[in-house]
């Protein structure tokens, strides 16, 4: 789970990085650079939505199994015969 959230904010740091960039080139009127920019852009996007994804789809869940099998570890157990 903390690998999980480790991957997440990676994610997000390299997406806002990216969309930077972006916004950096973009200024210049070069055709060639638009078009890297418009990449950059692109990329910054698509890692902040895995950063989204992770934290929201894939994590939340698992939060919610973690606190399931914690109350079944902690649970007393007693056998009757």
């Given amino acids: 789970m903390k690998e999980?959230?480790?991957n997440s904010v990676i994610f997000f740091i390299v997406g806002f990085l990216l969309v930077f960039i972006s916004f950096s080139l973009s200024e210049n009127e070069?055709?060639?650079y638009k078009i890297?920019?418009?990449?950059?852009?692109i990329g910054g996007w698509v890692a902040l939505w895995?950063?989204?994804?992770?934290?929201?789809?894939?994590w939340l869940p698992l939060?919610?199994?973690?606190k399931i099998y914690k109350k079944i570890a902690n649970a007393k157990i007693e056998i009757f015969y």
């Fill in 30 to 32: 070069n055709l060639f």
């Fill in 50 to 58: 895995e950063a989204l994804a992770i934290v929201l789809i894939n």
């Fill in 4 to 6: 999980s959230l480790k």
């Fill in 36 to 41: 890297i920019s418009e990449g950059f852009m």
């Fill in 63 to 66: 939060n919610k199994n973690l």
